[in-house]
């Protein structure tokens, strides 16, 4: 039997579009051949939906939309599988079921629903979904298929040290002979994901003894990022299907009679960049736009935020503006303009050394007799965040914040300065990650400018400043935030393993937990880290932590 796994990027919410989507997949596969098509979990109304579940007119419409994918598919001989948000029902208490629905020649065959809902990280499907009761396998042309939704293929005891549910929803499906498993996810990247969950697939090949297909979601929705990298493996658990990552994809795949092939070579740096772009692509276009502002200071941050947004949107899409202040170094703007050069993209410059001079003497009567500080440095962020705001308002363009995880850690980042705007693309990669993703794009020529490789960082708030008058260098703080932000270690243990001095590392710990108030009000950020600020990373603003 040939398969095709349709490797497709829905919209929340869009059943015209995702339904379009599904249909060309589903032609495509059955012109190649296929007998069965297989399509991500929630296909039909995007992943994930949030509380679109509780509305009882989302659920009708997801209803609809298996309907009309029978009947548009019911003289294709591809069958076809696709996950879909269906109401419940029942006395479960819970809005929806998170289903996978096959159909062939307009018949549904089955309707089987996830077991296990995960709870952690950005995910809440306990909220919404009720689980399934027993599962069963469905007959295709003679074939035992069992069908699997994302999470109920992830509780391998045999793989994971500490499986999280008490049950295998495959060990139930094993004892009904299944010939095959088809698994139909919606699984987010991050930093080693794709590694983890081949190879998490091919144990349970190796453990059944039976081929393992996964069909993955494949785009950006809000902060998540899809990088699809559906496969298939054989019974000894070897890979004989790639798709694609960070692009819609559809492979074709005889499961019994493949060829093995090579597992493809993942190099991290270049995933995040390829995720960030795909995550601001979709998350524009999404949005309804197609145009993006990104304030060009000069520095490595705003420097790949512009490379990412030309890469995306295109570079006449792009607009680059620097705004120079009584303290920005002539380079500033001269590397800006050359990187905007180098980019292809527009650059225009707003001198705000007038209007700092005009809100200084406004203030100036109130201010009388205090020194000045950190309140006039932020005054030319909040500038800049006012000026690329008109500019948003004026020519449609959504607003790119340049902030790196690093800062948005330690809070050295203005609140309705340059933290203003839509998406932010780069606040999770810490500063050392951001060289490292400027370097891989100057491999094949420049792209970012030397000399804004090379510079010492600085916000260039008054005479002279850099980052390092106010944090530890990157190369010492960016070990510790990743330790105490992503793995949730302890101070203690985290001087021990770094060897930094415990006093440095207690500092650094201050600095993150009082910054939560800014980091709750900071625009969306695209993770590529297994712990990203936002919606996985959930903590009180009002308290107080011993260090």
């Not at 050392?432 to 960082?457: D, F, H, M, Q």
Request: proline share 6%; net charge negative; aromatic share 8%.
């Amino acid at each position: 039997m040939k398969i095709a796994l349709a490797q497709i990027d829905p919209t929340v919410g869009d059943f015209t579009g995702n339904l379009e989507r599904i249909v060309a997949a589903s032609r495509r596969a059955a012109a190649l051949g296929a007998r069965l098509t297989v399509f991500s979990e929630l296909a039909l109304c995007g992943y994930p939906p949030a509380d679109f579940l509780e509305k009882p007119s989302f659920l009708t419409r997801c209803r609809t939309a298996v309907c009309e994918l029978a009947v548009a598919t019911r003289e294709l001989p591809t069958a076809v599988l696709a996950g879909a948000a269906l109401a419940a029902g029942g006395d479960s208490g819970k809005p929806a079921v998170n289903a996978a629905v096959l159909m062939d020649r307009g018949r549904v065959l089955l309707e089987q629903h996830k077991r296990l809902l995960p709870f952690y990280d950005v995910f809440d499907e306990q909220r919404y979904f009720a689980p399934s009761g027993p599962q069963q396998v469905v007959m295709l042309d003679g074939l035992r298929l069992a069908i699997t939704i994302c999470e109920d293929a992830w509780n391998d005891k045999n793989f994971w040290p500490q499986p999280l549910y008490s049950v295998d929803p495959m060990e139930e499906l094993m004892r009904q002979r299944p010939k095959i498993h088809i698994n139909l996810s919606s699984s987010p990247f991050w930093h080693g994901k794709r590694a983890i969950r081949r190879q998490m697939l091919a144990a349970i090949a190796r453990r059944d003894g039976i081929p393992v297909l996964m069909s993955n979601q494949v785009g950006g929705n809000d902060s998540l990022i899809f990088d699809g990298s559906s496969l298939a493996l054989n019974a000894n658990g070897r890979l004989i299907a790639q798709a694609a990552s960070f692009a819609e994809d559809l492979v074709l795949v005889d499961p019994f009679d493949a060829p093995v092939i090579a597992e493809p070579e993942e190099d991290d740096t270049a995933a995040a960049f390829h995720a960030l772009v795909l995550g601001t692509r979709d998350y524009v276009r999404k949005c309804g736009f197609t145009k993006a502002l990104v304030g060009l200071s000069g520095g490595i941050d705003s420097a790949l935020v512009a490379a990412i947004a030309k890469e995306a949107l295109g570079a006449e899409n792009v607009i680059g503006v620097g705004m120079p202040s009584p303290y920005s170094s002539a380079g500033s703007i001269d590397d800006s303009r050359r990187l905007a050069a180098n980019l292809g993209i527009r650059f225009e410059t707003i001198s705000i050394s007038g209007l700092f001079s005009e809100y200084t003497q406004a203030l100036e009567p109130l201010f009388k007799g205090t020194t000045p500080d950190i309140t006039e440095e932020n005054i030319q962020p909040r500038i800049r965040g006012t000026l690329l705001m008109a500019l948003s308002n004026k020519f449609g363009a959504l607003v790119l914040t340049t902030g790196n995880k690093s800062e948005m850690a330690v809070g050295y980042c203005t609140l309705y300065g340059d933290m203003v705007g839509a998406l932010a693309v780069i606040g999770d990669l810490v500063k050392t990650r951001v060289y490292a993703v400027c370097r891989w794009l100057n491999r094949n020529g420049e792209v970012i400018p030397e000399a804004i490789l090379s510079k010492p960082p600085s916000a260039e708030l008054r005479p002279g400043q850099m980052d390092t008058d106010s944090l530890p260098p990157y190369e010492i703080l960016d070990p510790i935030l990743e330790a105490y932000v992503e793995h949730y270690e302890t101070p203690e243990r985290i001087a021990q393993q770094c060897g930094f001095s415990l006093d440095l590392v207690q500092q650094v710990v201050r600095l993150v937990e009082r910054s939560e108030y800014k980091r709750q009000q900071a625009a969306p950020v695209l993770k590529v880290t297994a712990k990203s600020f936002g919606m996985g990373r959930r903590f009180p603003i009002a308290v107080k932590v011993q260090v």
